[in-house]
């Protein structure tokens, strides 16, 4: 009788540890999801911030750019009229020299066309 007892006793005591175990491990598997759930979130919040500092960044080089272009756009006449009094700069005796000149000439429209597109 008294085995009997014992053996009841250590089962019920296993009983509990074993229901101890299970609580306990429960109760790890709902903190690590909670972690991870956090983990997750603060990971989704850096990477919209990234997109976000990205657009920006974006959106201002973009700004630069086009202010940059303003002043270009001068320059860019400045070189045109440039080249085109190159066309008219100089005169030649030779007719080696001159048709040499007249193929500049066409050569300097061309450049001054893709420049214009």
Not at 61 to 80: N, S, W
């Amino acid at each position: 009788r008294e085995a009997e007892q014992r053996e009841e006793k250590r089962i019920a005591d296993q009983k509990i540890a074993d229901d101890k175990a299970e609580k306990l491990r429960k109760d790890n598997e709902a903190k690590l999801k909670k972690i991870q759930d956090e983990k997750d979130q603060v990971a989704k919040q850096l990477e919209e911030k990234r997109l976000a500092d990205e657009k920006i960044k974006l959106v201002l080089a973009q700004r630069a750019e086009a202010e940059l272009k303003k002043g270009d756009q001068e320059k860019v006449k400045d070189l045109i009229a440039d080249l085109e009094s190159l066309k008219t700069k100089y005169e030649f005796k030779s007719a080696a020299n001159k048709n040499l000149y007249v193929n500049i000439g066409i050569l300097l429209d061309k450049v001054v066309e893709h420049i214009r597109k």
